[in-house]
């Protein structure tokens, strides 16, 4: 009992040489390799003996006999066929249970597979016609010195994933003798110890990572999975919040509100609300102090976001400032632009649009309030603003409007620009509390959670594809009373060209379906200036319908438009659909949205029934979150099956909380991270699961 982690794998007792040789094979030689070699699922194998097969929608694990092996041909092209075995419980088949295991293709499964072998097999096991089965399981074969051992059954059983060259039996042969033998007295934690009271107590980094290779309970392996994840949060937080004490020590402008803001506020159509109010107040306290502000504002879509910003803005020109404000999007620049020109120019203020596109197409265009002007007061445009030097020159605040899509780097880049500007991030979806807490943890928090009042209600319904002709008669009564609507057409992952033509057809069979109306087309393969003036059209009204692609996801507002059909909704996530659906309900009157689906998709319809119970977009954001991971949340597909489920520790507050109270601990101790023990933390658990965001 007395290995170390830098021990070579020949060293620990009683592991069999061959697999010493096998792992060394593939350049596998520590001790620690195996210890950091973490199971990404568990079985229990306790007490599979004799259990019978049960038909069910959940993977299952048996110990199974193989009585009878055989392979099918269908055709003439090569392994083209099918491999069946058929297996009954260990100790005989007591009712004449007999399962067949299946593998499509693979004919040369008959050199592996033989009768009379042990298997263990994990899979799903399915009913046809009375008889049962299981397509392509994971299966591992057993010999009876394998039992004896008791290494891959009777116990709760770590599966570990592979790389080339290495067999689950050699790492989980490995695993076992390392962890006999290993000392924990080499396995110092990371964490500071407060975390080893209240939930933890009793725990270190050396048990943690015995439990999850040799666990005697689930409870227990549930509690080191949690240790873990704990580590490895607080691994993130650690960067997180020493990003945030950088940017703080780094020196800014002090930037003192006056009198333009209250002057502004007066001259709105309508009064702001108390969120509004008080978020703007929590801006403008950062913005008057001398150390840079990092801060995020959300809140739903239509909650009123770009006001506030507007308003904060006046503060950075009033100090003798530039302002800026950037959107992701062309279409989103030039709304803000108009708004900007409508609200601000009445104060004196020059307004100047600045938009990649235009460069791209060879001379840079630059509409200016005052062509020439050298005094540009509030630059808005897309990302492409930063880069134009001649427009920027003296910038005291930078907001960037829905935040997802630009990033952290972006975000970095800014900062290092020299110069420290303010900073404000605006999300256009509501960001659930763990996730300020990590993916935005180095920024301050305000949040709009109230809607400007006389808002018409939102109502949605999920509807099967084939009730679209019906939904067209609903759509032409609102458009008689004067209404606009949305119709938007499908998601096509990465793909944008097909994602037009999608979106042509669908006018084709519009402009048709509604002869006496105007139906307009947006997609992003038109220029700038169709784009432009497609969006103008809708918004003066001279369309009444416009048909899309997702372009119009973020940000566009035309209070007029109050109905809006998504077509194969079943392919968007929640928080994208809510996002859409923002666009509608911004005006007096009510508005309706259809998520038409596919025919008899149930799991579509379960999933997307929330959007039909509420409009609230924390509500949904939170739901994302636990049902498809951060990447959804924040706007990007993402395909982790990961079996830790990331979400779900992170739907956790308090591990997360715990986590960040550690670092700022961590962080007070030892500013600069010193300490070679923090390079110890590794991103482990959460590899393929973890937003790119966090690992930066
Ligand atoms: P988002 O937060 O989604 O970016 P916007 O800033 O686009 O929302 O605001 C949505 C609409 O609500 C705009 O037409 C805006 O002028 C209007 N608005 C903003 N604040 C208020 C308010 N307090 N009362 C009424 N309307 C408001
Ligand atoms: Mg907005």
């Known amino acids: 009992m007395s ?21 060394a094979k593939e350049q596998v030689t520590q001790v620690a390799e195996i210890v950091w070699w973490l199971p990404f699922r568990h079985e229990d194998r306790r007490q599979m003996d004799g259990a019978s097969f049960q038909p069910s929608e959940i993977p299952a694990c048996y110990q199974v006999q193989v009585c009878k092996t055989g392979n099918k041909f269908f055709g003439r092209r090569r392994g083209a066929g099918l491999f069946e075995a058929q297996v009954e419980p260990i100790g005989g088949a007591i009712m004449g249970e007999l399962l067949t295991l299946r593998w499509w293709n693979m004919s040369f499964m008959s050199r592996t597979i033989a009768e009379g072998q042990r298997l263990i097999v994990y899979g799903r096991v399915k009913e046809n016609k009375g008889r049962l089965f299981m397509d392509h399981p994971e299966y591992e074969i057993l010999n009876d010195e394998d039992e004896a051992a008791h290494i891959h059954s ?24 390392v962890l006999q033998a290993l000392s924990e007295d080499f396995i110092p934690d990371v964490l500071p110890t ?13 048990r943690a990572l015995r439990t999850v290779h040799m666990a005697s309970s689930q409870e227990d392996l549930e509690k080191a999975r949690r240790y873990l994840a704990l580590e490895e949060f607080y691994g993130y937080q650690l960067r997180v919040v020493r990003r945030r004490r950088a940017v703080l020590d780094a020196g800014g402008h002090a930037h003192q509100a006056g009198s333009l803001a209250q002057e502004f506020e007066a001259s709105l159509p309508f009064q702001m609300t108390g969120a509004q109010k008080r978020s703007l107040e929590e801006i403008q306290r950062d913005m008057a102090s001398n150390a840079p502000m990092n801060r995020l504002l959300h809140g739903d879509v239509g909650s009123g976001k770009t006001v506030v910003a507007f308003a904060a803005m006046l503060g950075a020109v009033e100090s003798g400032r530039q302002a800026a404000l950037m959107a992701p999007t062309q279409i989103l620049a030039e709304q803000h632009f108009n708004n900007a020109r409508k609200w601000l120019e009445p104060l004196g203020l020059n307004v100047a649009l600045r938009t990649g596109n235009r460069l791209e197409e060879g001379g840079v265009e630059l509409w200016s309030t005052k062509k020439g002007s050298d005094r540009n007061h509030i630059l808005i445009g897309t990302h492409a603003l930063l880069h134009d030097e001649n427009l920027v020159k003296n910038l005291g605040l ?40 990590t993916i ?15 808002r018409g209600k939102i109502i949605t319904k999920v509807r099967p594809a084939s009730k679209q002709a019906e939904a067209a008669k609903f759509l032409l009564e609102q458009l008689e009373q004067g209404r606009q609507g949305y119709l938007v057409f499908p998601l096509i992952e990465e793909s944008e060209k097909l994602e037009a033509t999608a979106a042509k057809k669908g006018h084709e069979e519009w402009s048709k379906l509604l002869p006496h109306f105007q139906v307009g087309l947006l997609h992003g393969k038109l220029s700038a200036e169709e784009k432009d003036l497609v969006m103008r059209d809708f918004r003066s009204g001279k369309t009444d319908v416009l048909v899309s692609t997702t372009v119009i996801e973020v940000g566009v507002d035309v209070p007029n438009a109050t109905v809006m059909f998504i077509h194969n909704a079943e392919r968007f996530g929640l928080a994208q659909l809510h996002q859409l659906r923002g666009r509608i309900g911004r005006g007096e009157h009510t508005s309706y949205c259809v998520l038409f689906i596919k025919d008899k998709d149930e799991e579509a319809k379960s999933r997307l029934a929330i959007m039909e119970e509420t409009t609230d977009g924390f509500r949904i954001s939170e739901e994302d979150l636990k049902r498809r991971g951060p990447g959804d949340v924040l706007g990007r597909a993402q395909s982790g099956q990961a079996p830790l489920k990331f979400a779900e520790l992170l739907a956790n507050t308090r591990l997360v909380r715990l986590a960040r109270q550690l670092a700022e601990k961590t962080l007070d101790e030892d500013p600069r991270l010193e300490s070679p023990r923090l390079a110890e933390i590794r991103p482990f658990v959460f590899q393929e699961d973890a937003p790119q965001a966090m690992m930066q």
Do not use: C
Request: aromatic content about 6%; glycine content about 8%.
């Open 3 to 23: 290995l170390a982690l830098d021990a070579s794998l020949s060293d620990v007792p009683g592991l069999p040489a061959r697999i010493v040789k096998a792992l």
């Open 154 to 177: 009777g116990r709760i059983t770590p599966v570990y994933r592979l790389r080339a060259g290495i067999t689950q039996k050699s790492v989980r042969t490995a695993a076992w003798y």
């Open 194 to 206: 407060p975390s080893t009271q209240g939930e933890f107590a009793g725990w270190s980094r050396a």
């Open 398 to 437: 930078v907001v960037i409007d829905e935040q997802h899509k630009f990033g952290v780097a972006q975000r970095a880049r800014l900062i290092q620009k020299g110069n420290t500007p303010d900073v404000l991030v605006m999300t256009a979806t509501p960001i659930p509390r763990t996730l300020t807490l």
């Open 440 to 454: 935005y943890g180095d920024l301050d928090v305000s949040t709009l959670d109230e809607r400007p009042k006389e």
